[in-house]
């Protein structure tokens, strides 16, 4: 799991604008706009962010992404440390060799070379820095290619010394805070169904319905992300605060009555039932007051709320960022109770 151009030996949905470098296509400004780990089978960056999930929930059909319940999104693209000073120097001689040998990029070639290595403003690709900092490059999304806010990051190459911040202008340039945002969005929640009781099938009209999750489902979970050549690094943590129960009808009482069940100390939520409580209010559950018969069933969606925050190099007290939801929806059918006359 590496960063952008570090990605070179193993693909993680991230790109940099010096991935896969082809010396027949040439990237003249050094920061062409995302493309896609390695230059003519040349390794080039050194640099990753670092990733601990050990802590996060169940991938694949067991866990799901969050969704922010606000528009906030993750950044779709960074700027973060890729290369040191002779990794550097290499792809950007390969840049300068393609755009020199295309009749109209010789101008273009030239000022390359002079900003890179001849004095503006840099000397010699910065080789007497070599282990006193990095070269930053830009860094995107590759499952949000179609969003065109990956192309916010397209500032040509540029040094950052060791311990120093990156240059202001450089907006979304990776700090303990992108690390968490960025962590943000690998949270993996547990995809756990409510248990009803009744069955989703058999619910009965004017009987309560009693929904409950099992102890331990919804504990924290965690993603952490650092940088060790820089020195920082975030944990971002998602802890369950609450489920709310929508009937998908108005014709349905809700317990309690804005239909949000607390989670219990265990990680539980509601009460399972139990035999003999058919007509008892339950803690967390509801009672539809109509029929499926004539509208077909009702999507009953359960959702639970996460709160989310981060701690990090220089915040060692939790930050909030939005909290996020993940729901699941069932199918109910609810039948009218057949009397007996006599």
């Known amino acids: 799991m590496l960063s952008g151009p570090a990605a070179a030996q193993e693909d993680d949905g991230l790109g940099g604008h010096g991935d896969n470098f082809d010396p027949g296509e040439g990237n003249p400004s050094g920061g062409s706009g995302p493309s896609g780990g390695s230059g003519n089978g040349n390794i080039y960056a050194q640099v990753e962010i670092v990733w601990d999930e050990t802590r996060n929930g169940p991938g694949g059909d067991g866990g799901g992404s969050v969704a922010p319940v606000s528009d906030w999104e993750p950044p779709p693209c ?30 273009i070639a030239s000022d390359f070379m002079d900003k890179y290595s001849g004095g503006k403003p840099y000397d010699n690709f910065n080789q007497d820095k070599s282990g006193e900092g990095y070269w930053w490059d830009d860094f995107y999304d590759k499952s949000r290619t179609d969003d065109p806010a990956i192309f916010d990051c397209m500032e040509p190459w540029f040094w950052v010394d060791t311990g120093d911040s990156p240059p202001v202008e450089y907006e979304n340039a990776v700090t303990p805070e992108v690390l968490a945002e960025l962590a943000y969005d690998r949270l993996s929640l547990p995809r756990d169904e409510a248990t009803l009781r009744p069955a989703a099938a058999s619910q009965k009209v004017n009987l309560p319905t009693w929904v409950w999750l099992g102890e331990g489902t919804f ?14 690094e975030a944990t971002t943590t998602a802890r369950p605060v609450g489920l709310h129960i929508d009937p998908d009808t108005d014709d349905a009482e809700s317990y309690p009555e804005d239909g949000s069940c607390r989670i219990n ?3 539980s939520i509601g009460t399972p039932y139990a035999a003999g409580r058919s007509e008892e209010t339950p803690p967390c559950g509801l009672t539809y007051l109509r029929s499926t018969e004539s509208t077909g069933p009702y999507e009953l969606t359960a959702t639970v709320t996460w709160e989310i925050s981060w701690t990090g190099t220089g915040r060692p007290d939790p930050e909030r960022l939005p909290d996020g939801v993940f729901d699941a929806t069932t199918e109910v ?8 006359v006599r």
Do not use: C
């Open 78 to 107: 960074w700027y973060g440390p890729a290369y040191s000073p002779d990794k550097f120097e290499e792809l950007a001689r390969r840049v300068w060799f393609t755009m020199v040998h295309d009749p109209d990029g010789q101008d």
């Open 219 to 232: 504990r924290p979970v965690s993603v952490s992300a650092s940088i060790p050549e820089i020195g920082i």
């Open 333 to 340: 059918e609810v039948a009218e109770i057949q009397a007996v």
């Open 265 to 267: 100390d265990d990680g």
